[in-house]
C-alpha cells in the first residue's frame, strides 16, 4: 500500500473528521501569521493604571484552562481544541510559582498571602510571613510579622498610619478572601466564625468580625460572597433557615450585616445588604456607597444548580458587573478583586464537568469587566492561586468528548476517561482472584454533572497540584508579567502599575527603570490610595485546602 493510503485509512479509522483536512499547510501559516502581527503590534502600555481588577481563578491550573477551552469549543459543536478562554488573548502572558515557604504543594490561605500582600506564607496562614506557623495565635500578632497589603495599599490612609499599617494582616484563602480586612493577621484560615477559634484562637478575633470592625474590609464598597452563617448567629430564626450543619456557626448572639449597616448609616453613609438576585437588581448603585451581598449559607450555590430566578442568586458575571458599575463612580480609580471560588471546590470532588462549567462562568466574568472598562487605564490580572492534580491523558483523537470515555486501554482492553485525576474518591478496583481489576466504564455517563472522574490513588478529597500557574495580564505595566515568577511578584507589578503601596512614591513611571523597593520596611505614610474597594468573595466556609 501507498504511504498516502495508508495515512488516509488510518484517517478514516480514527474518524478524523473533515474540518481537519482544511488544516492544512496554509491554513497554519495564515493562523501563524495572525498570532505574529498580533506579537508585533504589542506596544507595552506605561500608562497609570487607575483601575485594577485581579481575578483569581481557584485551582484553576494549566489542566483545567486546556479542557475548559475544549469543553467551551464542544459546547458550540466543534472540535474544541482550537478554540481559547477570553482571557488567553490578553496580551500578556507569564507563570507563578506556587510553593509554600513550607510546603512543595501550597494551600489557598498561603498563596493567597502571596499574591495579596507580596510575601509567602506558610501552609494555612492568611497574611503572615514564613515566621508565624498554622494556628501560631501569638506569633501572627507580632506587628512585624505581617505588612500592609493590596487592599490596604488601595484604601485611603490618612490617620495614624505607620501604626495601623503595621497592624494589618489577616489574609487568607479562597474560602475566606474578604477576610483580608482583618485588623489582626489570623494565623489560622478556619478561623472564618468565632465557633472555630477554639483554645488555640482565644486572643484572636474570628475573621468574620473582622471585615466588619477593622479597614480594610469595612472600608470596602462592595463584599459580594457566601457565608451567611459566619456572620448571623441562630440562623434558624432568620429568613435564612436552615442552617447548613457542615458550617462554622456563629455562637455570640450577632448579627454582623446589621451590625455593618448601623456602622455606615451612623456614619451618614448609604448602604445595603442584599441577599437575592431581586434585591442586588433594585439597589440605585448612584445613591449606594457601600453594598453587601451575602448569597449563600456557606457557599455561594455552583452555575449549574444556581437558582437562577429573582429569588434566587446572581452569577458571578452579573456580582463582576454591579461591583464594576458602583466603583467606577469614585474617579480616582478602583481595586476590584474577583475569585471564581468553586472551580477548586468541584475538583477536589473530582467533578470535571463542574469544574470546566465553574471555570467558563469565570472567563465570562473576566469578559465582562474587560468589556466595561478601558486598557488604557486598566489592569486586569486573571490567575490562579494553585492547580488541582487533573490531568489530560491518553491520545484521544481530535474533537473527542472531553468528559468522555471511549478511549481503551492497551492494557486491559477497557475504556478510560481523558479527565483523570491523580488521586480521589472515585478509585475504583477490585480484586478478581488474580489481578486487580479497575471498573468498567462501558455504559457508564462519563460526562454527567454528578459523575466523580477516576483516580489513580484513593483520597476522600483531592488534592492541589503544585505545578505553576499561569497569570494573564492586560493593560498598563502588563508586560512586567513576562517570564517565571514567584507568585509574590504579582501585587509588586500592581503597585508599580497603580503608584501605590511599596511603589507609591516611584516617579519612573514613564520607562521601565526600577524605582527602589521600599524594602527596609513598610512606606512611612501610605500614598493615599485613591481607590475604592471591593472584595467579591464567592466562597469562604473551610473545606479542603
Ligand atoms: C436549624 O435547623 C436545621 C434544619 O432543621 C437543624 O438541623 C439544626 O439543628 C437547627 N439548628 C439549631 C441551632 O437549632
Ligand atoms: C437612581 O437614583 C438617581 C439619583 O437620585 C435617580 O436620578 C434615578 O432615577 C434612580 N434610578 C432608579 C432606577 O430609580
Ligand atoms: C482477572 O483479570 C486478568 C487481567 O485482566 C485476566 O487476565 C483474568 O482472566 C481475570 N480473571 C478472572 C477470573 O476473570
Ligand atoms: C465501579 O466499578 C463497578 C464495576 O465495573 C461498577 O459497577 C461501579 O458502578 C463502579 N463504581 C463507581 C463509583 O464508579
Redo the contacts with the bound molecule.
Sequence with gaps: MAPLTVWVLAGCLLGVTSAQSTEDNVFWYREAEGELEEALNNEPNRNQAKNIIVFIGDGMGIPTITAARIYKGQQQGKNGEEGHLYFEKFPHVALSKTYNPDRQVPDSAGTATAYWCGYKGNYETLGVDARVSAGQCTASRVKRNSRPCLMEWAQEAGKDTGQSLWAVGGHCGHHCEHKRSAKTPSAHRNWECDEKLGERGRDCVDIARQLVENAPGKLAKVIFGGGRQNMIANLNNTRFAPENPSACKRQDGRDLTQDWLSEKRSAGLSAKFVATTEELRSVNLSQTDHIMGLFGNSHTPYEDLRDKTLGGTPSLVEMTETAIKLLSKNEKGFFLAVEGGRIDHAHHDTKARRSLSETLQFEEAVKRAHQLTSHQDTLIVVTADHSHVMTIQGYPVRGKDILGASEKSRDDGMPYTTLFYSNGP?W?VSWNGSHVVR??LNGVDTTAWEYTQPSGLKFKEETHGGEDVAIYATGPWSHLFHGVHEQSYIPHVISHAARIGPRADCKALKSDQACAFSSAGPPTRLQAAPLALLLLLVSWMVRPH
Excluded: V
Design positions: 472515585n475504583n471498573g468498567d
